[in-house]
Nanobody
């Protein structure tokens, strides 16, 4: 059973910083990509940032130049460094990954989600 466990959310003032972490555990053959989504109250879940092994990270326009995504492949982990936070960044942040579970190359990749971590930015 594959699980994604997030940590690092909290309350911060506008202009401050937070670092989110997400670790994948369980029986994992390979990980295609890892990333972060967020969902604010009354809004749809949206992509924040995504990273594969060799590819350039992808960012939402609203966070480009403020957020940095990084990945530790041996640790099956992904991080999101969030700087210059704004009140509009307030949301539940979800870790997301496309993972081939188990021990065989022939198993289909599946999408996994973490439980979410709250980020609140006060003005």
């Amino acid at each position: 059973q594959v699980q994604l466990v997030e940590s690092g959310g909290g309350l911060v003032q506008a202009g401050g910083s937070l670092r989110l972490s997400c670790a994948a555990s369980g029986s994992i053959f390979s990980i295609n990509y890892m990333g972060w989504y967020r969902q604010a109250p009354g809004k749809q879940r949206e992509l924040v940032a995504l990273i594969t092994g060799p590819s350039t990270p992808k960012y939402a326009d609203s966070v480009r130049d403020r957020f940095t995504i990084s990945r530790d492949i041996p640790k099956n982990s992904v991080y999101l460094q969030m700087n210059s936070l704004k009140p509009e960044d307030t949301a539940v942040y979800y870790c997301n990954a496309l993972i081939k579970p188990g021990t065989s190359w022939y198993v289909r990749e599946e999408t996994y989600w973490g439980q979410g971590t709250q980020v609140t930015v006060s003005s």
